[in-house]
Every structure is written in C-alpha cells, then in structure tokens.
C-alpha cells in the first residue's frame, strides 16, 4: 500500500502565486520527511526537510508545514517562478532518516508566467 | 559540494541481456548507497540498501540474484540488472549518504529494453 501519498497529482499556478503541495503519511514512526525537486532529465534533489519534532520549517521562499496529529504536511512555495516548475517529491523514513526512504507519487508543478 | 555521478546516462539492451550501472560519490563518503527505480506507474521502488560493513539489504520483490550490487568502497557502487526484460525499464537512481546526513541522488541510469 501507498505509504506516503501526495496530491494533487499536478498543479498549476500564476507566476507570483503561493503554490500548496499535500503530503500524508501512514506509519508512526516516520519522523523525518524530505522534499525533493526533480527536474525532467535529472535526479531528484534536496530541496528541504524537517523533523517531527518540528511543526514548521522555513528556507527562503519554500515552507513546510507538519500535522503529526494527523500525519499531514505541506510544502508551500511562495512567489512562485517559472523556473520552480519541476515534480516535487513528497518521501519519508524512520529513526531520524537513518532508514530507508519512502516517496510519494510526486506533484507536478507547473508555474504559467 | 556533495556529488553523485551515475553512468551510463542510458543504455539500451536486448530482452535476456544484462547491463551494469555505476555509481560514484565524490565530496563525501558514501556509508550507504540505496538503488531505486523509478518509473511512471511505480514512482520510486527501492531495490536495495548497501550499508559499508554490513550485508546488503533487499526489499520485497528484488533479489540478489537479479539485481547483484557491488560497494566495495566509501565511494562506489555498482548494480548489474541481469536478464532484463520490458518490466525491468526506467530510471535507475543511486542515492548515497555519509551517516544520517541528506541522501544525495545521482542523475540516473535510464535503462531501455528491446
């Protein structure tokens, strides 16, 4: 079953716009959560992350925000740019990232100038 | 910076063939190299998890036998995708990381199967 989920699938928003990506999780035990950015043609790469001992998380224009009550986080992005434009990976893993990582299904942004 | 190389970029071979696939860590030492897959229907699959010094780890539904990985060093691995066939198709990722730190992924092996 699908550990980690992601939605929506795909996203379009308006250059300058605030761009919301939904992550949910099943196992209690994940406590640390990535968010990769990968861009056709290449790997998926570190974008941010954050603990569960955290309930929020700031880097510059992305932010996540993190329901361990209800097992959700999002990744916001603001001002959005046409070059944020790439699939965003929702992953996850236990014991402080120490174990293997779980990902989602992705989210397709698309950022229309 | 942190670095992971993977070659080949993409590779083509005929069903019932092998290919092997490289991985290279430069910036850090690699204490453990996880392989996945990714493909459209099944976005990230891990294959397995090869820690230094410990035995390598398979998840459900790969084996050893067809998909032998090689971490010889704090720098290198490899996998070989032995007998390969059109289910065995996508982007086959390396990530590599020191410790707890940020797993580091590679650009990918695109691998296609005629």
């Known amino acids: 079953q699908q550990q980690v989920r992601q939605s929506p699938q795909s996203l379009t928003v308006w250059e300058g716009e605030t761009a919301i990506l939904n992550c949910s999780y099943e196992?209690?035990?994940?406590?640390?959560f990535p968010w990769y950015q990968q861009f056709p043609g290449e790997g998926p790469a570190l974008l941010i992350s954050?603990?569960?001992?955290?309930n929020k998380k700031e880097d510059g224009r992305f932010t996540i925000f993190f329901n361990k009550r209800e097992k959700k986080l999002s990744l916001h992005i603001a001002d959005s740019q046409p070059g944020d434009s790439a699939t965003y990976f929702c992953?996850?893993?236990?014991?402080?990232?120490?174990?293997?990582?779980?990902f989602g299904a992705g989210t397709k942004l698309t950022i229309k100038p | 910076g942190a670095l992971v190389y993977q070659y080949p970029r993409r590779t083509i071979c005929k069903s019932g063939t092998s290919m092997r696939m490289e991985c290279q860590a430069v910036g850090f030492q690699a204490t453990s190299v996880a392989w996945y897959r990714q493909s459209p229907q099944k976005t990230f699959e891990l294959i397995a998890l090869?820690?230094?010094?410990?035995?390598?780890?398979?998840e459900q539904n790969f084996t050893q036998e067809k998909f032998p990985i090689s971490h010889p060093n704090l720098s290198f691995s490899s996998m070989t995708v032995l007998n390969a066939y059109l289910e065995d198709r996508g982007l086959y990722l390396c990530g590599a990381r020191e410790g707890a730190n940020t797993l580091y992924f590679g650009a990918g092996t695109r691998l296609s199967v005629l």
């Open positions: 196992n209690s035990a994940f406590d640390y």
């Open positions: 992953a996850a893993s236990a014991n402080y990232g120490n174990e293997k990582i779980t």
């Open positions: 090869s820690t230094v010094n410990s035995a390598i780890k398979y």
């Open positions: 954050i603990l569960s001992v955290s």
